[in-house]
Nanobody, 129 residues
Framework: QLQLVESGGGLVQPGGSLRLSCAVSGSHLDAYAIGWFRQAPGSEREGVSCISRSDGSTSYLDSVKGRFAISRDADKTTAYLQMNSLKTEDTGVYYC??????????????????????WGQGTQVTVSS
């Protein structure tokens, strides 16, 4: 059993920055890959970024490449999503997810890649003037 709690969302103007945090608690935290997802109003949930167990592999949604960065503390208790140069299109509820994997480089950007895993409650990000 793993628990994930997102924080750091809020209202920001276009061009601004936010850093989201995902606090992870449980056991064997180094066994999990972490993903960040978002869901805009009326839209499907989409994968934004992921980081592998080893921290050696990351992936990003094309529309956020060069603007967002995923990272984790060395003890794996907190994952982050640094969001820069925010656009109105980045608005949505952001979720973190974790899934156990034996593959140290596993890093999926699909919801199905976290099947049987764990999800946080979400944090709202609103980019608006």
């Amino acid at each position: 059993q793993l628990q994930l709690v997102e924080s750091g969302g809020g209202l920001v103007q276009p061009g601004g920055s936010l850093r989201l945090s995902c606090a992870v608690s449980g056991s064997h935290l180094d066994a999990y890959a972490i993903g960040w997802f978002r869901q805009a109003p009326g839209s499907e949930r989409e994968g934004v970024s992921c980081i592998s167990r080893s921290d050696g592999s990351t992936s990003y949604l094309d529309s956020v490449k060069g603007r967002f960065a995923i990272s984790r503390d060395a003890d794996k208790t907190t994952a982050y999503l640094q969001m820069n140069s925010l656009k109105t299109e980045d608005t949505g509820v952001y979720y973190c997810a974790a899934v156990v994997t034996l593959d140290a480089e596993y890093c999926p950007l699909t919801s199905g890649g976290y099947y049987g895993g764990f999800w946080g409650q979400g944090t709202q990000v609103t980019v608006s003037s």
